[in-house]
């Protein structure tokens, strides 16, 4: 009987490994048609001239400054929003918590409609009897960052007040997204037509933002830290059985739970403020991964991590060649897929 546990969960793990295999098979696979598809449609031909003596100039320049940055800035955004969900979803036990509904997108918004409205984050440029507006990508981003990390400050110290319960976590969320929504209205009302059209457009979400020192930023602040997420999925393990459980183990779950919240927040707070509102990922991603693996930590968190990528690049994908040469938002396009999959999961009660 022994023999056929251990073989039985074996056989779990190779199906996990293989089905996490896959997925970066389709990443592989998705990421290749990214970088062929766009305003300048490129072949296989120009991309193994990339690595060849016989490179295109053009095709070079396009594939590094355009589209390689873009591709690396969907699969890090991605996965950063998924784990960040998937995280939340197991500390939190509850399967709605995402940065999203959190407020913390809500509140990063916010600081961009600081910096936009009030703070004159842009200049108006008229040409041709037509006023452009041209913001400044690195004063929305401070202004965003810092917004997001007042609204988690306030969320960390409601819940401090009431002993840091997952239960109060999320209703303080909502209390302080609900919050920061409102000054958003409150901002749009005294904005002109276009500042208004400027926030309306980074609340989109956009990844066309994305660009070679952005892409270094956020590597360098969100990579290691999600590293340190994954080394603790025990703990995350242990919070998903109760607070009383985790002190039978020896967890604090006062101090995972807050620290596991922080450093999901930093990241998100980081991909928000440089590419904008991008909604669903967080939320969707996890429970697809769990209808698919099971709950199981040990590999719920790594794929969903690889699948969170693959999400966000099919979406940006699709969002620059459904309408081309006019490319939608993947902030839309997130939302979009993300609420048909979302419904289907609730209507087959996979929520576990």
Same mark, same amino acid.
């Given at each position: 009987?022994?023999?056929?546990?251990?073989?039985?969960?074996?056989?779990?793990k190779?199906?996990?490994?293989?089905?996490? $295999?896959?997925l /970066?098979?389709?990443?592989?696979?998705?990421?290749y048609? !990214?970088? &062929?598809?766009?305003? #300048? %449609? +490129?072949?296989?031909?120009?991309?193994?001239?990339?690595?060849?003596g016989?490179r295109?100039?053009?095709a070079?320049?396009?594939?590094?400054?355009?589209?390689?940055?873009?591709?690396?800035?969907?699969?890090?955004?991605?996965?950063?929003?998924?784990?960040?969900?998937?995280?939340?979803?197991?500390?939190?036990?509850?399967?709605?918590?995402?940065?999203?509904?959190?407020?913390?997108?809500?509140?990063?918004?916010?600081?961009?409609?600081?910096?936009?409205i009030?703070?004159?984050?842009?200049?108006?440029?008229?040409?041709?009897?037509?006023?452009?507006?041209?913001?400044?990508?690195?004063? $929305?981003a401070? /202004?965003?960052?810092?917004?997001?990390?007042?609204?988690? !400050?306030? &969320?960390?110290?409601? #819940? %401090? +007040?009431?002993?840091s319960?997952?239960?109060?976590?999320?209703?303080?969320?909502?209390?302080?997204?609900?919050?920061?929504?409102?000054?958003?209205?409150?901002?749009?009302?005294?904005?002109?037509k276009?500042?208004?059209?400027?926030?309306?457009?980074?609340?989109?979400?956009?990844?066309?933002?994305?660009?070679?020192q952005?892409?270094?930023?956020?590597?360098?602040?969100?990579?290691?830290?999600?590293?340190?997420?994954?080394?603790?999925?025990?703990?995350?393990?242990?919070?998903?059985?109760g607070?009383?459980?985790?002190?039978?183990?020896?967890?604090?779950?006062?101090?995972?739970?807050?620290?596991?919240?922080?450093c999901?927040?930093?990241?998100?707070?980081?991909?928000?403020?440089?590419?904008?509102?991008?909604?669903?990922?967080?939320?969707?991603?996890?429970?697809?991964?769990?209808?698919?693996?099971?709950?199981?930590e040990?590999?719920?968190?790594?794929?969903?991590?690889?699948?969170?990528?693959?999400?966000?690049?099919?979406?940006?994908?699709?969002?620059?060649?459904?309408?081309?040469?006019?490319?939608?938002?993947?902030?839309?396009?997130?939302?979009?897929?993300g609420?048909?999959?979302?419904?289907?999961?609730?209507?087959?009660?996979?929520?576990?």
């Amino acid at each position: 009987m022994t023999k056929s546990v251990i073989d039985q969960y074996k056989q779990y793990k190779r199906r996990r490994t293989g089905f996490l $295999i896959l997925l /970066f098979f389709l990443l592989l696979l998705v990421g290749y048609y !990214a970088f &062929i598809t766009g305003g #300048s %449609r +490129l072949n296989f031909r120009d991309f193994i001239a990339l690595f060849t003596g016989e490179r295109n100039e053009m095709a070079l320049q396009i594939f590094l400054n355009i589209r390689m940055p873009r591709i690396l800035a969907a699969v890090l955004t991605g996965a950063t929003l998924a784990m960040s969900g998937a995280i939340m979803q197991i500390i939190l036990r509850n399967p709605l918590a995402s940065p999203y509904t959190l407020g913390l997108s809500s509140s990063a918004a916010f600081g961009a409609a600081l910096a936009i409205i009030l703070f004159g984050a842009g200049s108006s440029v008229a040409k041709a009897g037509t006023v452009f507006y041209y913001d400044n990508p690195y004063v $929305i981003a401070v /202004f965003s960052f810092a917004s997001s990390l007042i609204g988690l !400050a306030l &969320i960390l110290y409601i #819940s %401090r +007040l009431k002993r840091s319960s997952a239960e109060i976590i999320i209703l303080a969320g909502i209390i302080i997204g609900s919050l920061f929504s409102a000054g958003i209205s409150a901002l749009q009302y005294i904005a002109d037509k276009v500042q208004l059209s400027t926030l309306v457009f980074w609340t989109f979400g956009d990844l066309g933002r994305a660009n070679w020192q952005r892409l270094l930023v956020v590597t360098v602040i969100c990579l290691p830290v999600l590293i340190y997420l994954y080394l603790n999925r025990w703990n995350y393990k242990a919070l998903r059985y109760g607070d009383e459980y985790a002190v039978s183990l020896g967890v604090n779950p006062v101090r995972i739970r807050r620290t596991a919240l922080i450093c999901c927040s930093l990241c998100t707070a980081l991909v928000v403020s440089f590419f904008g509102v991008i909604a669903f990922v967080g939320l969707v991603v996890p429970h697809i991964v769990r209808a698919c693996i099971g709950s199981n930590e040990e590999h719920l968190i790594p794929v969903t991590t690889v699948c969170g990528g693959l999400f966000l690049l099919f979406c940006d994908t699709l969002g620059r060649t459904l309408l081309s040469p006019v490319i939608v938002p993947v902030g839309i396009i997130t939302s979009f897929v993300g609420v048909p999959i979302f419904l289907f999961l609730l209507l087959r009660n996979s929520f576990r």
